[in-house]
């Protein structure tokens, strides 16, 4: 398999306050970071040569690896954008190359996807996912035969995507459907060399793949399966629909940190658990769950947090080393890590790291009070 490259340089505006602790390739679902588990995906597939491209934070993903054995070599670069970090990477790869954004969870057959491409013969190969909407994402036309025709990154309004749609109309035995760009591209020697040659081209939505489909290039989209998953856990919303589903079992080939007691039960071994849990449901490694507390349903607790008597945690993800006290209810919250909830209500919330709650949260966001 050729080298595959992992992009994890960005900001993660969208997950604000969540990636001003820790950068978005971070986020912890179920004991492990995100990038954990799509490496790991990676790794199974065939890919022993895994670049992380690091910027934003990039020391915390560079400290998190080093004491693991994930097989990874980080490269923190002062990188632009997507493609400007394959770029800075290009006196280390050789050849084809795989490219996967960081902030996806998937498990697209990659490999597949990278043979398909040499079959072909084609300069690029984009994976390709149907969704219900488009237009949050880089919606993709291609004919019969898997050929793009049309690229348009992230359309920004119902008159683009209608006028993709004529697009469509006018190019005769085309073949359309919600196909949107997924995030994992086979890259050729020839798209390779466009990279490296022109310093202007920042985005593979944006600029790469347009241009190599305008002027003729072989761009080839790979269609997942039906049944595979994909999702972009780019916002909170995503974040908490990937825990749940995770928790759930309903990503094959992605496992959480620990042992698996009953249908929708994971607990790590190290944690002490003696209250109630309702599946799905995670307790993180050395995490306290009282007598008289219940956790769940859809609720995961990271690595030492407690949780007292009569405290009860369900729809809500909670950091590392917080404390949920006597009585204490969190409902459809995040509570980043370190924070005290000392007995009082938080709904609908996410709250900041290291803060103590003494009043009930409605709906609100609590900034950190430590980064």
């Known amino acids: 398999m050729p080298p595959l490259v992992i992009l994890a340089g960005g900001l993660g505006t969208r997950l604000r306050p969540l990636t001003e602790i820790i950068p978005k390739p971070m986020i912890p679902l179920g004991g492990k970071p995100l990038l954990e588990h799509l490496a790991t995906w990676y790794r199974g597939l ?9 910027n934003y934070k990039g020391v915390v993903i560079r400290d998190y690896v080093a004491g693991k054995s994930l097989g990874l070599q980080v490269r923190i670069l002062d990188s632009k954008d997507t493609i400007d970090g394959v770029r800075l990477l290009a006196g280390e790869l050789e050849g084809e190359i795989v490219v996967s954004m960081g902030d996806i969870i998937t498990n697209i057959d990659v490999a597949h ?12 190969t ?18 019969e035969s ?3 025709l049309l690229f348009t990154e992230k359309p920004i309004s119902l008159e683009v995507y209608l006028l993709s749609l004529a697009f469509h109309k006018t190019k005769g035995a085309s073949t359309y459907s919600n196909l949107v760009n997924a995030g994992v591209y086979v890259i050729g020697e020839r798209a390779l060399e466009l990279i490296t040659s022109n310093p202007s081209l920042l985005d593979f939505g944006r600029h790469l793949f347009p241009m190599m489909v305008e002027e003729g290039y072989m761009v080839h989209g790979y269609v997942a399966s039906h049944g595979v998953y994909w999702e972009d856990v780019g916002t909170l919303e995503r974040y908490r629909k990937v825990m749940w589903d995770l928790l759930s079992g309903y990503i094959p080939g992605y496992r959480v940190e620990g042992l698996t007691l009953s249908s929708g039960v994971h607990v790590h071994k190290e944690a002490e658990v003696k209250g109630l849990l309702l599946p799905p449901v995670y307790v993180g490694k050395g995490a306290v769950v009282e007598e008289g507390a219940v956790v769940g349903p859809y609720a995961s607790l990271e690595g030492d947090v407690v949780v007292k008597h009569g405290a009860k ?3 809500s993800i909670v950091w590392w080393g917080s404390f949920i006290g006597e009585n204490s209810y969190v409902r459809e919250s995040i509570v980043l890590n370190n924070t005290r909830i000392q007995g009082v209500k938080v709904v609908g919330s996410v709250v900041g790291a ?5 009043e009930d949260a409605y709906s609100i966001t ?3 009070k430590v980064v």
């Open 313 to 315: 945690v369900e729809y």
């Open 113 to 124: 996807q990278y043979n398909e491409h040499r079959k072909r013969g084609a300069d690029a």
């Open 366 to 368: 609590i900034p950190n």
């Open 126 to 143: 984009i994976s390709l996912v149907s969704v219900d909407n488009p237009l949050q994402f880089g919606l993709v036309m291609v004919d």
């Open 146 to 148: 898997g050929k793009i």
């Open 46 to 54: 065939g890919f022993n040569k895994i670049y992380v491209a690091a």
């Open 354 to 358: 290291g803060n103590v709650l003494e």
